[in-house]
């Protein structure tokens, strides 16, 4: 039997040995020789959100300015933990190298990734800004810059290697990033990170919570602090023993009680066998199908033999897989000795077979993962996933265009887009013949021609020469300007020299078709809060807080809004059911509603308190001698009359 009210378990928040932080991301940044030549500041931005959110996280956690040269600062680390400890958590990390101090002047070169945490794992995630990525950057916040081209900034943390350095002062210059914030911890106190704090008052881990008090059940680390876990089942088959936990005894005690065994003369209760008697006779001796035993007698002892078979357990009279396991690592199975086998939905960590999807996690008693994006950004590939492989790209044969207007029928080969320079060679020998802006163009070179003779584009080498006195500069510095000494008349070339188009705002100036053309600068800060902007009398960019509303990357909040540049005040979506003995929360943007029993406990040892849906809480009577229901109960027990004490239905 059961035995409520003894006072022999405890249940209180313990606070964790502090432990270096597990689960974390070491994000190093490096740079080629290009890049560092023109850098004097590399600035790091981290932006975090929750997995669930399927995409790019939006809500900036935190931005690093570095001081770099061509010779010093590189690399640059920073140290990523996810918010409350939780793995499923995602991240995005964009790192920016500019030519004048404090993430000011012009943008050199960006590279950005998009990635997640392993529980228990420090990953190495190494980031390199590419001598072919300068002055490039790509249009969306789902693309990288890798090798002279956009693509995909998604990087499987599953594929990470682990971090190999130090995690304390030696393995960061200036910062890593805080537990309880999504933002760097100061990594120069190095003292506070070799202990573990990350922010929070707690620093435990999954592994670090055993109190060493098994009627506490397995312990877990939540929010920084370790909790107690669900106390064990210690009711036996045997109605004659008082069974309970103890700490001291190490788990479960089976106390017998041998004024329960009152069938005949002699009896006496033993923890082993239950009730024994003088005689053992059908009346003392009895089959016990609620506890799956089959009973005979052998002499005057009673034996008693469970019905269940080696790897089966009983439960409310059936026997049933050991733990009642289910065989999904979404449920948590367990045994209500009224009810019989239970699988409640759980969050944890799962693998759900399919190489196609990252970041697996428990939801609604499935176990489901975020899609694999597998577009490395080439058209000359065919991207696809395979269930068993993963990512494929296959090249293929595709019409595409390689960027050049001097080549025609471009088309793929060999997973690269390729195409054949456009024909400009004419029949005179003296001109430099090429292409521009997708124009042939014939510059006329007299060296090429006999003594006294002069290069005509129209004639070749001749003697005329009708060029004197003739002014040809148009004053426009993209184009080279000449005379054809066979007319007279003057022509131009563009060129593609570096120029200045006078506009501050404005980079990488150069001559394209006869004009002076730069690239706009690039001043979006990937922050929805802010408007972004270049100032045209100073040259710098300008980010000014606005108050849209956004999307602050958690599915369970609705009406975010921006203020002071950060996306927020949200309210959490009502989740309620009405049911008060349910814990009711959002996770992914699904509502749960899980049955919690310890919020119907009556006080009553006579009953199984229960939480069931829809009906709410279920009390049943389990005591033989209890008497009558104190009110009416319906069919299994009884829900009307005063309720049971309850704490407030506030969700976790």
Known sequence: MRLGGLGLLAFALSACAKEPVRTQVMVSVDAEAGVRARARSLVVRVYGGPRASLGVPAQLAEEFPFPVSASEGWPRVVALAPLRNDPTRIYRVVAQAFDGPAGGGELVAEVSAISGYLRGRVLWLRLLLQDACIGMRCDSPELTCRDGACASARRDP??????????????????????????????????????????????????????????????????????????????????????VCDDEMGGCVHV?????????????????????????????????????????????????????????????GRCVARDCDDGNPCTTDSCDAVMGCRHEPNAFPCEDGDACTVMDACVMGRCLGMSRSCDDGNPCTDDRCDGTRGCTHTNNASACNDGDACTTGDRCRDGRCEGTPRPCMDAHACTHDRCVGGSCVHEPDSSRCPPGQMCSPTAGCT??????????????????????????????VPNADSCDDGNRCTVMDVCVDGECTGRPMPCDDGNPCTDDDCNPTTGMCRHRANTSSCDDGDPCTLGERCSSGTCGGGSMRDCSD?????????????????????????????????????????????CADAGPPPFDGGSIGHDGGPPPPMRDDGGV
């Open 158 to 243: 599953g594929e990470l290697p682990s971090w190999m350095g130090d995690a304390g002062a030696g393995g960061m210059d200036e910062g890593g990033v805080d537990a309880a914030s999504d933002v760097t911890i100061d990594a120069r106190d190095a003292d506070r990170l070799d202990a573990g704090l990350d922010g929070s008052d707690g620093g435990c881990t999954a592994t670090s919570c055993d109190d060493g008090r098994p009627c506490n059940g397995i312990e877990r680390c939540v929010g920084g602090v370790c909790v107690p876990g669900d106390p064990p089942d210690c009711a036996d088959a045997f109605d004659c023993t008082i069974d």
């Open 256 to 316: 017998p009680n041998h004024a329960a065994c009152t069938a005949g003369p002699g009896g006496r209760c033993e923890p082993a066998t239950g009730c024994q008697y003088e005689l053992c006779t059908p009346a003392t001796c009895r089959d016990e199908p609620g506890a799956c035993l089959r009973a005979r007698c052998e002499g005057s002892r009673c034996i008693r033999e469970s019905t269940c078979g080696a790897m089966q357990q009983c439960c409310a």
């Open 463 to 492: 003697t005329t020469d009708r060029c004197a006195g003739v002014d040809c500069n148009d004053g426009n510095v993209c184009t080279d300007d000449f005379c054809d000494p066979a007319t007279g008349r003057c022509s131009s």
């Open 578 to 622: 009405g049911i008060a003995c349910t814990r009711d929360f959002c996770y992914f943007g699904v509502c749960m509603n899980v049955p919690d029993h310890e919020r119907c406990r009556d006080g009553n040892s006579c009953t199984d308190d229960l939480c069931m849906l829809p009906r709410g809480c279920v009390y049943v009577f389990v």
